[in-house]
């Protein structure tokens, strides 16, 4: 199914720079698994991932649910509002939700669809302190039957191929009983962003409350806790027990105690991190930088991705598989709106291995040379700070220092 981790280290040397980093990205076509009574198919290249967006929409019949982060006004968002568009012509009951702070397309954008009978909502429409959580959630719901989701957005760039500094991402539609339960979830979600006097404790509220079962297939959310979210919460029992951590993850900075449990696999299993040498925010890759050192040491394998800027969130334990919109940072793990599905199922969890591993000939392993020779005291210091604006600041704030490489 998969090269083998001789054959694929031997194919990507560590002091190589990495050629022609592209080739294997196009080679990257749609796939699809069976797991626990669901089906899903797969979407690692932008183009394939627009096509069976733009088809879900227009297959769908009677609901469509739609709730997005980033809904850009540039050429594959209007792509979009017109495929929603028609839908509502058609009849098909559709609601949209777009995030108030990441979202530029606003009511005057969906003004078509607004007039063909189609419902838009922003969610945290005004500026106050609420504004601090964000929606970072994607999905997209057609009949009830099927669910799409994963890490991107509407925009351009989550469309365009790698060499035009396209996100590398993965958006997948699964099929099965869990799409019932992401279903139920939009329903509260859309029913707080429709009241306007709606509180920060209601969202905290339904949150706490949500139920994401406990056999193998589980629905996981997250949201503005004291403590960590439902889905890190989960992640985190696992890698108390986990042997094998396979992760790609394009925003990387868990607090302490998480990164004390990934270096205990690396020392007594195996731990391959895949993370980000590209970023629309320089300062996550310092972030993630300042912790190379302690996860070398613990044996950690780790790689930056170099093709183009990375974007996929997906996260391989043992024989457990979680996919959705959650980076591993601090946004993520305690304060964004966040949805996870987490599958246990040892098929999909090694597909998933091969899947990470076919972008090993993009990136670049980190060995413990490489990393000191990048760790000058200057370095060192940016790291530091950008782990601090990260972590403790904000990642919006971070953006405008932009510390990182």
């Known amino acids: 199914m998969h090269s083998t981790r001789g054959d694929l280290e031997a194919s990507h040397r560590p ?29 690692p290249r932008g183009e394939d991932r627009l096509s069976a967006l733009l088809a879900l ?56 669809f607004i007039a063909a009978g189609g419902r838009f909502r922003c969610f945290l429409a005004r500026w106050s ?32 191929p790698p060499e035009e500094n396209g996100w590398n991402d993965l958006g997948f539609t699964v099929e099965g009983p869990v799409v019932a339960r992401v279903s139920d979830w939009f329903a509260q979600l859309d029913d707080w962003a429709a009241r306007p006097g709606a509180q920060f404790s209601d969202i905290r509220r339904k949150v706490h409350r949500w139920d994401g079962g406990k056999g193998p297939v589980q629905l ?29 993850m394009a925003y990387f900075s868990p607090p302490p105690g998480l990164l004390r449990r990934i270096r205990r696999i690396a020392r007594k299993g195996r731990a391959r991190l895949v993370l980000a040498g590209k970023s629309d925010n320089g300062a996550t890759i310092g972030a993630a930088r300042s912790r190379y050192g302690r996860l070398l040491k613990a044996g950690a394998e780790l790689w930056e991705f170099e093709a183009c800027k990375l974007h996929t969130k997906l996260i ?22 966040e949805i996870v599905l987490r ?34 005291w200057w370095n060192r210091l940016r790291w530091q700070v950008s782990w601090f604006l990260v972590t403790v600041v904000d990642y919006t704030v971070s953006r405008k220092f932009n510390f990182g490489q």
């Open 15 to 43: 002091d190589d720079t990495v050629a022609e980093p592209w080739a294997a990205l196009h080679a990257l076509a749609p796939f699809t698994a069976e797991a626990q009574g669901h089906r899903l198919a797969f979407y």
């Open 57 to 112: 929409i227009g297959g769908a019949r009677e609901t469509l649910d739609v709730a997005f982060y980033i809904f850009a006004t540039d050429a594959c968002g209007t792509r979009v509002r017109d495929a929603l568009t028609e839908a509502a012509q058609r009849g098909v009951r559709v609601r949209v939700i777009v995030d108030g702070f990441g979202a530029t397309a606003d009511e005057a954008f969906f003004a078509p």
């Open 129 to 160: 302190l609420r504004a601090l959580i964000r929606n970072h959630q994607k999905m997209v719901i057609a009949d009830t039957a099927v669910a799409m989701l994963g890490g991107f957005n509407i925009e351009d760039s989550y469309f365009a």
């Open 220 to 248: 996981l959310i997250g949201g503005p806790t004291a403590e960590l979210a439902s889905w890190a919460r989960c992640i985190s029992r696992d890698l108390v027990h986990g042997d094998r951590l396979d992760m790609m």
């Open 316 to 337: 391989v334990l043992d024989d457990a598989v979680y996919l959705g919109s959650a980076n591993f940072d601090a946004r993520s793990l305690y304060i964004n709106l």
């Open 343 to 376: 599958i246990e199922d040892a098929a999909l969890a090694e597909r998933m291995r091969a899947f990470i591993a076919a972008h090993l000939p993009a990136s670049r392993a980190i060995t413990p040379a490489l990393h000191r020779s990048r760790a000058t």
